[in-house]
Antibody
Framework: QVQLVQSGAEVKKPGASVKISCKAS????????MHWVRQAPGQGLEWMGI????????SYAQKFQGRVSMTRDTSTSTVYMDLSSLRFEDTAVYYC???????????????WGQGTIVTVSS | EIVLTQSPGTLSLSPGERATLSCRAS???????LAWYQQKSGQAPRLLIY???SRATGIPDRFSGSGSGTDFTLTISRLEPEDFAVYYC?????????FGQGTKVEIK
């Protein structure tokens, strides 16, 4: 079945970086765009950016420009999200999410990873 | 950036009742690229509706979406116990993709 499996929880100090992985299975990895979304404790959902697994092209939300990097490894069907210069307010659950329609990047998010908890604490 | 405002913030209803959730956009949503998600505590969001009115795979027909332009509605015709959750709308026709702040549907 189609699934996205994310890496485990992380605890980081302010100023550090975190890299989260999202391994896809059950479908052709290069045919669907992948998004990253985060959710701070008790808060709503916030879109961070999108990566095309086929050519690696990316688009980031302006809020995260300069701090976020999204990459992919087609050999392992894995996308990565790297967030640097961590602040206390980056404490959140981070999700990868796949689009519903392979023909477009402008699509709803049909498949979600289980989430990765990132805690920023001194 | 398109801002989505959901109302009400909390909806207190009993099982079997009808739920009507609203999502208003700060500008017109391209091609009705509007989705609704359900999220239960400790879980990832689940896609319910895309394209403003199309049900996602496996979603029961008690969930329906409507609207266009700047005003959208999610209706749950008869609440089942498993429907009590938080619901988010999202526009995905413009970048950045944005979400509403959520509506919590709680048991009265």
């Amino acid at each position: 079945q189609v699934q996205l499996v994310q890496s485990g929880a992380e605890v980081k100090k302010p100023g550090a970086s975190v890299k989260i992985s999202c391994k896809a299975s059950g479908y052709t990895f290069t045919t669907f765009h992948m998004h990253w979304v985060r959710q701070a404790p008790g808060q709503g959902l916030e879109w961070m950016g999108i990566i095309s697994p086929s050519d690696g092209s990316i688009s980031y939300a302006q809020k995260f420009q300069g701090r976020v990097s999204m990459t992919r490894d087609t050999s392992t069907s894995t996308v990565y999200m790297d967030l640097s210069s961590l602040r206390f307010e980056d404490t959140a659950v981070y999700y990868c999410a796949r689009g519903r329609d392979s023909s477009t990047s402008w699509d709803a998010f049909e498949i979600w990873g289980q989430g990765t908890i990132v805690t920023v604490s001194s | 950036e398109i801002v989505l405002t959901q109302s009400p913030g909390t909806l207190s209803l009993s099982p079997g009742e009808r739920a009507t959730l609203s999502c208003r956009a700060s500008q017109s949503v391209s091609s009705s690229y509007l989705a609704w998600y359900q999220q239960k505590s400790g879980q990832a969001p689940r896609l319910l509706i895309y394209g403003a009115s199309s049900r996602a795979t496996g979603i029961p027909d008690r969930f329906s979406g409507s609207g266009s332009g700047t005003d959208f509605t999610l209706t749950i015709s008869r609440l089942e116990p498993e429907d009590f959750a938080v619901y988010y709308c999202q526009q995905y026709g413009n970048s950045p993709r944005t979400f509403g702040q959520g509506t919590k549907v709680e048991i009265k």
